[in-house]
Protein backbone atom coordinates (compact mmCIF):
# COMPACT_ATOMS: atom_id res chain seq x y z
CA UNK A 1 0.00 0.00 0.00
CA UNK A 2 1.27 3.61 -0.70
CA UNK A 3 1.00 6.31 0.97
CA UNK A 4 1.61 10.19 0.59
CA UNK A 5 3.79 12.69 1.29
CA UNK A 6 3.04 14.64 4.18
CA UNK A 7 3.48 18.62 3.09
CA UNK A 8 5.67 18.71 6.14
CA UNK A 9 8.19 15.90 5.34
CA UNK A 10 8.05 17.95 2.16
CA UNK A 11 9.62 20.98 4.33
CA UNK A 12 13.62 19.21 4.63
CA UNK A 13 15.34 19.60 1.57
CA UNK A 14 15.77 16.07 -0.62
CA UNK A 15 18.64 13.79 -0.35
CA UNK A 16 21.88 14.50 -2.54
CA UNK A 17 22.65 11.76 -5.18
CA UNK A 18 25.18 10.71 -2.59
CA UNK A 19 23.42 10.20 0.33
CA UNK A 20 20.39 8.40 -1.14
CA UNK A 21 22.70 6.08 -2.59
CA UNK A 22 24.31 5.31 0.46
CA UNK A 23 21.09 5.05 2.36
CA UNK A 24 19.55 2.77 -0.04
CA UNK A 25 22.62 0.58 -0.42
CA UNK A 26 22.99 -0.01 3.50
CA UNK A 27 19.20 -0.94 3.30
CA UNK A 28 19.88 -3.60 1.02
CA UNK A 29 22.85 -5.13 3.55
CA UNK A 30 21.11 -4.96 6.48
CA UNK A 31 17.27 -3.72 5.76
CA UNK A 32 15.34 -1.26 6.88
CA UNK A 33 16.52 0.11 10.41
CA UNK A 34 13.93 2.79 11.38
CA UNK A 35 10.46 2.62 10.96
CA UNK A 36 8.64 4.66 8.11
CA UNK A 37 6.48 7.12 10.59
CA UNK A 38 2.76 8.01 9.07
CA UNK A 39 0.71 10.83 10.33
CA UNK A 40 -2.93 11.63 8.83
CA UNK A 41 -2.32 8.83 6.60
CA UNK A 42 0.77 11.01 5.14
CA UNK A 43 4.10 9.74 5.64
CA UNK A 44 5.66 12.08 7.71
CA UNK A 45 9.04 11.20 8.37
CA UNK A 46 11.18 8.67 5.68
CA UNK A 47 10.32 9.45 2.54
CA UNK A 48 13.34 8.48 1.28
CA UNK A 49 13.80 5.17 2.99
CA UNK A 50 9.92 4.20 1.17
CA UNK A 51 11.69 4.85 -1.82
CA UNK A 52 15.24 3.09 -1.71
CA UNK A 53 12.54 -0.13 0.27
CA UNK A 54 11.03 -0.17 -3.25
CA UNK A 55 13.95 0.16 -5.49
CA UNK A 56 15.76 -2.72 -3.29
CA UNK A 57 12.72 -4.87 -2.68
CA UNK A 58 12.32 -4.68 0.69
CA UNK A 59 8.93 -4.72 3.01
CA UNK A 60 9.17 -1.03 4.79
CA UNK A 61 7.87 -0.68 8.73
CA UNK A 62 5.58 1.93 10.07
CA UNK A 63 4.82 3.38 12.60
CA UNK A 64 2.27 6.43 13.90
CA UNK A 65 3.21 9.16 15.01
CA UNK A 66 0.94 10.23 18.04
CA UNK A 67 2.35 13.57 18.86
CA UNK A 68 0.91 17.10 19.03
CA UNK A 69 3.58 18.87 17.25
CA UNK A 70 4.00 16.91 14.01
CA UNK A 71 5.97 19.84 12.30
CA UNK A 72 8.60 20.16 15.29
CA UNK A 73 8.91 16.62 15.37
CA UNK A 74 9.69 16.14 11.42
CA UNK A 75 12.29 19.12 12.07
CA UNK A 76 13.78 17.85 15.02
CA UNK A 77 14.49 14.83 13.57
CA UNK A 78 15.44 15.73 10.21
CA UNK A 79 18.11 18.51 11.80
CA UNK A 80 19.70 15.89 14.07
CA UNK A 81 20.01 13.40 11.55
CA UNK A 82 20.96 15.02 8.06
CA UNK A 83 23.94 17.11 7.33
CA UNK A 84 22.48 20.35 6.58
CA UNK A 85 24.33 23.65 6.11
CA UNK A 86 23.21 27.00 7.70
CA UNK A 87 21.81 27.73 4.51
CA UNK A 88 19.94 24.76 4.12
CA UNK A 89 18.36 25.14 7.33
CA UNK A 90 17.60 28.63 6.41
CA UNK A 91 15.55 27.16 3.74
CA UNK A 92 13.59 25.02 6.40
CA UNK A 93 12.86 27.89 8.37
CA UNK A 94 11.89 30.15 5.62
CA UNK A 95 9.51 27.09 4.15
CA UNK A 96 8.27 26.44 7.81
CA UNK A 97 7.30 30.51 7.84
CA UNK A 98 5.56 29.88 4.58
CA UNK A 99 3.21 27.39 6.68
CA UNK A 100 2.79 29.31 9.87
CA UNK A 101 1.76 32.50 7.72
CA UNK A 102 -0.71 30.55 5.36
CA UNK A 103 -2.40 28.72 8.52
CA UNK A 104 -2.08 32.29 10.53
CA UNK A 105 -3.83 33.56 7.44
CA UNK A 106 -6.81 30.63 7.04
CA UNK A 107 -7.55 31.22 11.18
CA UNK A 108 -7.71 35.01 10.00
CA UNK A 109 -10.46 34.49 7.40
CA UNK A 110 -12.27 31.95 10.01
CA UNK A 111 -12.24 34.60 12.22
CA UNK A 112 -13.61 37.38 9.68
CA UNK A 113 -16.32 34.96 8.37
CA UNK A 114 -17.38 34.59 12.14
CA UNK A 115 -17.19 38.17 12.53
CA UNK A 116 -19.30 39.46 9.80
CA UNK A 117 -22.47 38.03 11.52
CA UNK A 118 -23.78 40.69 13.30
CA UNK A 119 -25.84 41.19 16.04
CA UNK A 120 -29.45 40.19 17.03
CA UNK A 121 -29.54 37.96 13.82
CA UNK A 122 -28.28 40.74 11.44
CA UNK A 123 -25.53 40.10 8.67
CA UNK A 124 -22.97 42.90 8.51
CA UNK A 125 -21.50 43.86 4.90
CA UNK A 126 -17.89 44.40 4.26
CA UNK A 127 -16.19 45.36 1.33
CA UNK A 128 -13.69 43.33 -0.69
CA UNK A 129 -10.84 45.51 0.61
CA UNK A 130 -11.50 45.65 4.16
CA UNK A 131 -9.11 44.36 6.44
CA UNK A 132 -11.60 43.65 9.85
CA UNK A 133 -10.53 40.95 11.53
CA UNK A 134 -7.20 40.15 9.60
CA UNK A 135 -5.19 43.47 10.76
CA UNK A 136 -2.54 44.60 8.21
CA UNK A 137 -1.54 42.15 5.50
CA UNK A 138 0.93 42.15 2.96
CA UNK A 139 0.32 40.02 -0.19
CA UNK A 140 -2.26 37.92 1.49
CA UNK A 141 -0.55 37.13 4.97
CA UNK A 142 0.03 38.97 7.97
CA UNK A 143 3.50 39.93 9.02
CA UNK A 144 4.53 38.15 12.34
CA UNK A 145 7.66 39.01 13.82
CA UNK A 146 6.35 36.03 16.21
CA UNK A 147 6.34 33.42 13.27
CA UNK A 148 9.69 34.40 12.13
CA UNK A 149 11.22 34.20 15.47
CA UNK A 150 10.05 30.49 15.76
CA UNK A 151 10.63 29.59 12.37
CA UNK A 152 14.23 30.76 13.05
CA UNK A 153 14.52 29.12 16.45
CA UNK A 154 12.93 25.26 15.46
CA UNK A 155 15.30 25.82 12.38
CA UNK A 156 18.41 26.39 14.82
CA UNK A 157 19.42 29.82 12.61
CA UNK A 158 19.21 33.74 12.96
CA UNK A 159 16.25 35.41 11.73
CA UNK A 160 18.20 37.42 9.00
CA UNK A 161 18.90 33.76 7.38
CA UNK A 162 14.69 32.98 7.38
CA UNK A 163 14.21 36.57 5.88
CA UNK A 164 16.53 36.21 3.49
CA UNK A 165 14.88 32.97 2.64
CA UNK A 166 11.49 34.27 2.40
CA UNK A 167 12.48 36.74 -0.20
CA UNK A 168 14.52 34.37 -2.34
CA UNK A 169 11.48 31.63 -2.31
CA UNK A 170 9.06 34.25 -3.32
CA UNK A 171 10.52 35.93 -5.84
CA UNK A 172 12.90 33.36 -7.34
CA UNK A 173 11.39 29.43 -6.28
CA UNK A 174 13.76 28.02 -8.39
CA UNK A 175 16.89 29.63 -7.17
CA UNK A 176 15.60 28.68 -3.68
CA UNK A 177 15.72 24.94 -4.90
CA UNK A 178 19.43 25.57 -5.74
CA UNK A 179 19.62 26.71 -1.95
CA UNK A 180 18.08 23.53 -0.24
CA UNK A 181 19.88 21.32 -2.69
CA UNK A 182 23.47 23.12 -0.93
CA UNK A 183 24.36 24.28 -4.33
CA UNK A 184 24.64 28.19 -3.38
CA UNK A 185 24.38 29.39 0.16
CA UNK A 186 21.29 32.08 0.76
CA UNK A 187 23.23 35.32 1.34
CA UNK A 188 24.79 34.76 -2.00
CA UNK A 189 21.11 34.16 -3.38
CA UNK A 190 19.58 36.85 -1.79
CA UNK A 191 22.37 39.22 -3.26
CA UNK A 192 21.48 37.92 -6.27
CA UNK A 193 17.38 38.65 -5.85
CA UNK A 194 17.60 41.85 -3.81
CA UNK A 195 21.16 43.33 -4.61
CA UNK A 196 22.06 43.90 -1.31
CA UNK A 197 22.88 42.41 2.09
CA UNK A 198 20.51 41.39 4.83
CA UNK A 199 20.75 44.03 7.41
CA UNK A 200 22.24 46.46 5.09
CA UNK A 201 18.97 48.65 4.36
CA UNK A 202 18.46 51.71 5.73
CA UNK A 203 15.66 53.87 5.84
CA UNK A 204 16.13 57.70 4.33
CA UNK A 205 15.89 60.47 6.88
CA UNK A 206 13.37 62.69 5.69
CA UNK A 207 14.79 65.98 4.08
CA UNK A 208 13.72 69.10 6.87
CA UNK A 209 11.52 71.61 5.02
CA UNK A 210 13.08 74.95 5.72
CA UNK A 211 10.45 77.68 6.76
CA UNK A 212 9.76 80.35 4.24
CA UNK A 213 9.50 83.06 7.44
CA UNK A 214 12.67 82.23 8.47
CA UNK A 215 15.13 82.24 5.52
CA UNK A 216 13.60 85.58 4.88
CA UNK A 217 14.29 87.19 8.12
CA UNK A 218 17.65 85.52 8.47
CA UNK A 219 20.59 87.51 8.08
CA UNK A 220 23.44 86.31 5.61
CA UNK A 221 26.37 84.83 7.06
CA UNK A 222 29.36 87.01 6.76
CA UNK A 223 32.61 85.35 5.21
CA UNK A 224 34.71 83.58 7.64
CA UNK A 225 38.09 85.63 7.05
CA UNK A 226 39.45 84.82 10.41
CA UNK A 227 38.99 81.48 10.34
CA UNK A 228 40.82 81.25 7.33
CA UNK A 229 43.57 83.45 8.19
CA UNK A 230 43.71 81.21 11.55
CA UNK A 231 44.43 78.36 9.24
CA UNK A 232 47.18 79.85 7.04
CA UNK A 233 49.07 80.61 10.52
CA UNK A 234 48.85 77.12 11.59
CA UNK A 235 50.30 76.03 8.70
CA UNK A 236 53.25 78.35 8.58
CA UNK A 237 53.71 77.55 12.46
CA UNK A 238 53.50 73.97 11.26
CA UNK A 239 55.95 74.47 8.35
CA UNK A 240 58.28 75.74 10.82
CA UNK A 241 58.18 73.37 13.13
CA UNK A 242 58.93 70.30 9.76
CA UNK A 243 61.89 73.06 9.07
CA UNK A 244 63.20 72.20 12.62
CA UNK A 245 62.97 68.72 12.55
CA UNK A 246 64.39 68.17 9.38
CA UNK A 247 67.01 70.00 10.80
CA UNK A 248 67.70 68.00 13.56
CA UNK A 249 67.00 65.04 11.65
CA UNK A 250 70.18 66.31 9.14
CA UNK A 251 72.32 67.24 12.11
CA UNK A 252 71.76 63.65 13.19
CA UNK A 253 73.14 62.12 10.35
CA UNK A 254 76.16 63.85 10.39
CA UNK A 255 76.86 62.58 14.29
CA UNK A 256 76.43 59.07 12.68
CA UNK A 257 78.34 59.87 9.51
CA UNK A 258 81.32 61.31 12.02
CA UNK A 259 81.06 58.55 14.42
CA UNK A 260 80.94 55.82 11.42
CA UNK A 261 84.26 57.69 10.35
CA UNK A 262 85.80 57.59 13.80
CA UNK A 263 84.93 53.72 14.09
CA UNK A 264 86.62 52.87 10.70
CA UNK A 265 89.91 55.56 11.61
CA UNK A 266 90.07 53.61 14.82
CA UNK A 267 89.91 50.07 12.98
CA UNK A 268 92.69 51.70 10.34
CA UNK A 269 94.90 52.00 13.58
CA UNK A 270 94.36 48.77 15.09
CA UNK A 271 95.27 47.25 11.68
CA UNK A 272 98.44 49.29 11.34
CA UNK A 273 99.62 48.27 15.55
CA UNK A 274 98.78 44.63 14.60
CA UNK A 275 100.89 45.05 11.13
CA UNK A 276 103.74 46.72 12.79
CA UNK A 277 103.59 44.62 15.43
CA UNK A 278 104.24 41.25 13.22
CA UNK A 279 106.70 42.95 11.00
CA UNK A 280 108.53 43.49 14.81
CA UNK A 281 108.50 40.23 15.52
CA UNK A 282 109.29 38.84 11.51
CA UNK A 283 112.33 41.42 11.87
CA UNK A 284 113.47 39.66 14.84
CA UNK A 285 112.69 36.29 13.90
CA UNK A 286 114.59 37.00 11.11
CA UNK A 287 118.06 38.31 12.72
CA UNK A 288 117.91 34.88 15.02
CA UNK A 289 118.05 32.96 12.58
CA UNK A 290 120.88 35.17 10.73
CA UNK A 291 122.53 34.67 14.24
CA UNK A 292 122.15 30.86 14.20
CA UNK A 293 123.45 30.83 10.46
CA UNK A 294 126.51 33.03 11.70
CA UNK A 295 127.34 30.37 14.99
CA UNK A 296 126.55 27.24 12.57
CA UNK A 297 129.90 28.87 10.26
CA UNK A 298 132.31 29.67 12.94
CA UNK A 299 132.53 29.65 16.75
CA UNK A 300 131.74 32.64 18.68
CA UNK A 301 132.76 33.73 22.00
CA UNK A 302 130.20 34.15 24.41
CA UNK A 303 131.25 37.85 24.66
CA UNK A 304 130.74 37.62 20.18
CA UNK A 305 127.43 36.04 20.88
CA UNK A 306 126.23 38.72 23.59
CA UNK A 307 127.57 41.25 20.73
CA UNK A 308 125.08 39.55 18.13
CA UNK A 309 122.55 39.39 20.44
CA UNK A 310 122.72 43.12 20.22
CA UNK A 311 121.03 42.87 16.96
CA UNK A 312 117.94 41.51 18.49
CA UNK A 313 115.98 44.75 19.61
CA UNK A 314 115.91 45.19 23.64
CA UNK A 315 112.29 43.89 24.06
CA UNK A 316 113.65 40.38 22.99
CA UNK A 317 117.04 40.34 24.12
CA UNK A 318 116.40 38.91 27.67
CA UNK A 319 114.22 36.23 26.75
CA UNK A 320 116.52 35.22 23.49
CA UNK A 321 119.76 34.84 25.16
CA UNK A 322 119.53 32.12 27.51
CA UNK A 323 117.66 29.94 24.38
CA UNK A 324 120.47 31.23 21.52
CA UNK A 325 123.81 30.23 24.08
CA UNK A 326 121.62 26.82 24.97
CA UNK A 327 121.35 26.63 21.40
CA UNK A 328 124.58 27.36 20.34
CA UNK A 329 125.75 24.32 23.15
CA UNK A 330 123.77 21.71 21.72
CA UNK A 331 124.96 22.98 18.43
CA UNK A 332 128.51 22.30 19.36
CA UNK A 333 127.92 18.86 21.08
CA UNK A 334 126.66 17.68 17.55
CA UNK A 335 129.34 19.22 15.89
CA UNK A 336 132.27 17.11 18.22
CA UNK A 337 129.84 13.81 17.94
CA UNK A 338 130.17 14.13 14.43
CA UNK A 339 133.66 14.71 14.17
CA UNK A 340 134.52 11.76 16.46
CA UNK A 341 132.29 9.68 14.59
Not at 54 to 82: D, K
Request: hydrophobic share 35%; charged share 25%.
Amino acid sequence: MGYPIHPYADLIPPMTVAEYVELRESIRANGLMRAITLYEGMVLDGRHRLRACAEVGVSPQYETYGGNAPLAFVVGTNLARRHLTTSQRGAIGARMLAVFEREAHERQIAAGEHGMQGGRGKTKTLGSNSTQGFGKATNGTRRNPRATERAAEMAGVGKSVVQQGKAVLNREPDLFGAVERGEIAMNTAYRQVTGKESGQETKKAPTPRANPSLLETAPTPAPKTESVHGYKVAFRKQERENEALRAKLGEAELATLAARANLRQESRDMAAMQISRFDAERTARIKEMALYLALAERELTEGQVCDALGMIPVTLRKRKHDAIREGIEAWRVRRSRAAAD
